[in-house]
């Protein structure tokens, strides 16, 4: 099982940068795929970005070109660096991990308010 905490999220303006992390723990080298998702209100969640072990990367078509995800295979650790934020980049943010067994782990959330 893995274990995950998020961090650096909150409130900016239209424009401006944010830069979230994750912290894994627990059975780290279990992990392949880490990856952000999102939920706004009223919405369902979304992948956002998502990491391979290998490198492979997929993002949401909404954040290309704005998002970069990048990750500290040992030390477990993702990143997010967001860029050029828009109002409707505004939701909770949400860690996952997933396994090479192909389970997956969330993290609580973290807050990103984008206002216009």
């Known amino acids: 099982q893995v274990q995950l905490v998020e961090s650096g999220g909150g409130l900016v303006q239209a424009g401006g940068s944010l830069r979230l992390s994750c912290a894994a723990s627990?059975?780290?080298?279990?992990?392949?795929?880490m990856g952000w998702y999102r939920e706004a209100p009223g919405k369902q969640r979304e992948l956002v970005a998502s990491l391979t072990r290998g490198g492979t990367t997929n993002y949401a078509e909404s954040v290309k070109d704005r998002f970069t995800i990048s990750r500290d295979n040992a030390k477990g650790t993702v990143y997010l660096q967001m860029n050029s934020l828009k109002a409707e980049d505004t939701a909770v943010y949400y860690c996952?991990?997933?396994?090479?067994?192909?389970?997956?782990?969330w993290g609580q959330g973290t807050q990103v308010t984008v206002s216009s």
């Open positions: 627990g059975s780290i080298v279990s992990i392949n795929t």
């Open positions: 996952n991990a997933r396994t090479w067994r192909g389970s997956s782990d």
